[in-house]
């Protein structure tokens, strides 16, 4: 037996590694691709996870983060302002999420809410009147200072200013954005738990059997060039943390498996999990949060001689990959115990890399390239000059004028 394939048969083998769930795929005519997963970890309580990714968000937007059109359909099908099935949103740089969990009675009424809310004929006056009654600009926050230091030459990371972006929009710009960028084409609806698998695709497919295709394209950002070297820039004004991590270069990725790794690798160094990740076709952030000045200290130091080292030829240690892989065990466990977990799970595979399991199968990935292809993956997705500081600490720049 070759050693990949040995490698290969001992992590089959693990006892502590979640199993892959049976999965029926179908979709509809229009393009809506439908996962089912009739279980979810055992749940037995009843309760139903959905999730649905639209393949656009605040970076196809013409607008900053939380100002444009993406983060006021979020807030118009995420009101609470009636009784009724509640969903949530999730406003990625590149996708815009809807998920919620319900009682398996309730799943059809919860789906046929949200197809209807993003329909743009059926826009109700009353509710998006409510919802830009309470629009407002979102207070700069350190995240946003990541992504300038991260993107500061296209809408990525820039922070428009204007009049144009001082008002929510009308009805009328709403309902024609709707009708142009949101559709079933290229949607994903991911349905996890206690439910039979034909009570799902039945009452998914009645909920959006008049979904449309969206009339339009959304706009591409242009290239963003790599940082020519590491960046440390001060965080807004009354923050008071560390935000220190990295734009990671882009590489053809297919399944996931190098920047699922990246991440591991690098929440290893930093002792837990990160405060920020964000995937774009042109790379992805990763920050972490320093609660103190010497906690970003050693933060900022741990990183950047582990990574100066990767890029000198330093390889990655068996142990550091291990336990890198442990840790991709361990939130592959978490998410797939529960029917949200589970369901956010095969929706990020399937539409990140049309493969819904694709995390199933990422250890045995690894383990088999091993950990010379484990380090240079590393090294190619994360050079120096990719590391990022935004800084309470750091000293802000003196108001012009003074």
């Given at each position: 037996m070759r050693f990949a394939e040995l490698l290969l048969a001992i992590?089959?083998?693990?006892?502590?590694?979640?199993?892959?769930?049976?999965?029926?795929?179908?979709?509809?005519?229009?393009?809506?691709?439908?996962?089912?997963?009739?279980?979810?970890?055992?749940?037995?309580?009843?309760?139903?996870?959905?999730?649905?990714?639209?393949?656009?968000?605040?970076?196809?937007?013409?607008?900053?983060?939380?100002?444009?059109?993406?983060?006021?359909?979020?807030?118009?099908?995420?009101?609470?302002?009636?009784?009724?099935?509640?969903?949530?949103?999730?406003?990625?740089?590149?996708?815009?999420?809807?998920?919620?969990?319900?009682?398996?009675?309730?799943?059809?009424?919860?789906?046929?809410?949200?197809?209807?809310?993003?329909?743009?004929?059926?826009?109700?006056?009353?509710?998006?009147?409510?919802?830009?009654?309470?629009?407002?600009?979102?207070?700069?926050?350190?995240?946003?200072?990541?992504?300038?230091?991260?993107?500061?030459?296209?809408?990525?990371?820039?922070?428009?200013?204007?009049?144009?972006?001082?008002?929510?929009?009308?009805?009328?710009?709403?309902?024609?954005?709707?009708?142009?960028?949101?559709?079933?084409e290229g949607a994903v609806l991911v349905v996890a738990g206690a439910a039979p698998t034909a009570q799902c695709e039945l009452a998914a497919s009645r909920a959006f059997a008049?979904?449309?295709?969206?009339?339009?394209?959304?706009?591409?950002?242009?290239?963003?060039?790599?940082?020519?070297?590491?960046?440390?820039?001060?965080?807004?004004?009354?923050?008071?943390?560390a935000l220190i991590g990295f734009r990671t270069a882009w590489r053809d990725d297919p399944a996931g498996d190098g920047l699922a790794l990246a991440r591991a690798f690098l929440a290893q160094l930093a002792g837990g999990r990160e405060a920020l990740f964000e995937r774009t076709r042109q790379g992805a952030l990763m920050a972490f949060r320093a609660g103190d000045e010497a906690g970003a200290a050693r933060l900022r130091e741990a990183f950047a001689a582990r990574i100066e080292a990767l890029a000198a030829g330093r390889p990655l240690s068996g142990g550091e990959l291990a336990a890198a892989l442990d840790r991709l065990d361990g939130e592959l466990a978490e998410a797939a115990a529960s029917p949200a977990g589970l369901a956010r799970l095969l929706a990020d595979g399937a539409s990140m890399h049309e493969d819904p399991l694709a995390a199933f199968g990422r250890r045995r990935r690894l383990e088999a390239a091993g950990a010379e292809a484990a380090g240079a993956a590393l090294r190619g997705l994360l050079p120096p000059r990719g590391l990022i500081e935004v800084s309470a600490w750091f000293p802000r720049p003196a108001p012009e004028g003074s």
């Open positions: 992590g089959a083998a693990r006892a502590d590694a979640p199993a892959p769930p049976e999965l029926h795929e179908s979709g509809l005519e229009s393009g809506l691709r439908l996962v089912v997963a009739p279980q979810a970890g055992g749940a037995g309580d009843g309760a139903v996870a959905a999730v649905l990714v639209l393949p656009f968000g605040w970076t196809d937007d013409r607008a900053q983060s939380g100002r444009g059109f993406a983060a006021l359909l979020a807030d118009y099908v995420t009101f609470e302002g009636e009784v009724g099935a509640t969903w949530s949103a999730d406003l990625e740089p590149e996708r815009l999420c809807f998920h919620g969990t319900f009682a398996r009675e309730t799943l059809a009424e919860a789906l046929s809410t949200l197809a209807r809310r993003l329909t743009a004929d059926a826009v109700e006056e009353t509710r998006f009147s409510q919802v830009g009654e309470a629009w407002r600009a979102p207070t700069p926050a350190s995240t946003d200072r990541f992504r300038e230091a991260a993107w500061p030459t296209t809408r990525l990371g820039r922070r428009p200013r204007g009049a144009a972006e001082e008002r929510a929009p009308t009805r009328e710009e709403f309902q024609r954005f709707l009708g142009e960028r949101c559709g079933c008049g979904f449309p295709r969206a009339r339009g394209v959304a706009p591409r950002e242009p290239i963003e060039p790599y940082p020519a070297r590491p960046r440390r820039t001060a965080a807004p004004t009354g923050a008071s943390e």
